[in-house]
């Protein structure tokens, strides 16, 4: 490794000590070696900062530092901006690189000065029967300006990404407190002024976590997915036409995922008024309308579950 690195690779952890160790080692086993490791410690009240201080009395080029508890796209700021590399690469702490990672993604860096983003597909573990496959298997990707696609459907994971140091601090970095989606918000805004490439191979698997947002919470992962939908709408009519059949089929798939959340929580009401706005948008599947007729009788909808139960 030279003095000055040329990838500076960003992890943020919060309470991480039972993952934290691995996704640690699959930095350490890059065959690529041109890089420095900053990890940012978010507050952890486990033994997170401890394994941290262990493994960095182990690697020189690796450093960290511990923050009162703020969020993770504070804690990328600011490991971004001790950051030494022209490269920022970012890992997740509970997520597992490839070896061949970083030696796979910087050299189409290197070679391209007017690409600024090299993506990477992605394979989920423990495998996930809802989501078999990898992530471009599920949403194909697309090199060049790639914002119009990528909102339609992010084939972009932040753990997957190289990027020029440049092109974070030319759309302001990430939104300091903004959570969920603030890895999502910023990967849109670079699209929108910088060209990507990608690997055509899996090169992370990321690990699902029942404690993560979209399966704590999937309503309010709802809810934010078309809040940041609808900005873009309005900030970029030229690329997204309000009434453009693809932004209409994109919120009404959003609001029928909303009424089947809301009507397993049985708000009835909730789940009518999503399903009255997936159907006026064009959502005209069978089961979108079994479950809109079940939010306006509860007693079908509790039948249904009542059979599925004892099924």
């Keep these: 490794m030279s003095d000055v690195p040329h990838v500076s690779v960003v992890v943020a952890a919060y309470n991480a000590e039972v993952t934290i160790e691995e996704a640690l080692a699959s930095v350490a086993a890059q065959t690529y070696r041109d890089f420095e490791l900053i990890v940012v410690d978010d507050g952890s009240t486990d033994a997170t900062p401890d394994l941290l201080a262990q493994h960095a009395a182990m690697w020189p080029w690796m450093t960290w530092f511990r923050q009162e508890n703020s969020g993770v796209a504070t804690a990328r700021n600011r490991a971004i901006e001790r950051a030494r590399g022209n490269l920022i690469a970012f890992q997740d702490a509970d997520d597992i690189w490839l070896p061949e990672k970083l030696a796979e993604q910087v050299p189409l860096l290197d070679r391209n000065p007017a690409t600024d983003l090299v993506f990477a597909d992605s394979a989920f573990f423990p495998p996930d029967p809802a989501s078999p496959g ?63 490439d990608y690997v055509d191979k899996i090169l992370m698997h990321w690990r699902i976590r029942p404690e993560s947002l979209s399966h704590r919470d999937p309503l309010a992962n709802q809810i934010r997915d078309l809040e940041m939908f609808d900005h873009w709408v309005a900030r970029r009519p030229d690329l997204f036409p309000p009434s453009a059949p693809e932004v209409r089929d994109h919120r009404a798939k959003v609001y029928a995922r909303m009424g089947r959340t809301l009507l397993s929580r049985r708000d009835w009401k909730g789940s009518r008024r999503a399903y009255r706005h997936a159907i006026a948008l064009g959502e005209h599947g069978r089961d979108v309308l079994a479950r809109a007729a079940a939010a306006h009788v509860p007693a079908l909808a509790m039948f249904f579950w009542f059979v599925k139960d004892l099924g």
């Design 134 to 196: 990898s992530l471009f298997q599920q949403k194909p990707p697309q090199r060049g300006r790639v914002l119009q696609r990528l909102l339609m459907g992010c084939f972009v994971l932040l753990g997957t990404v190289v990027v020029r140091k440049s092109a974070i601090s030319e759309v302001g970095g990430f939104v300091d407190g903004q959570t969920p989606f603030s890895d999502v918000d910023l990967i849109l805004r670079i699209s929108e002024q910088h060209d990507f």
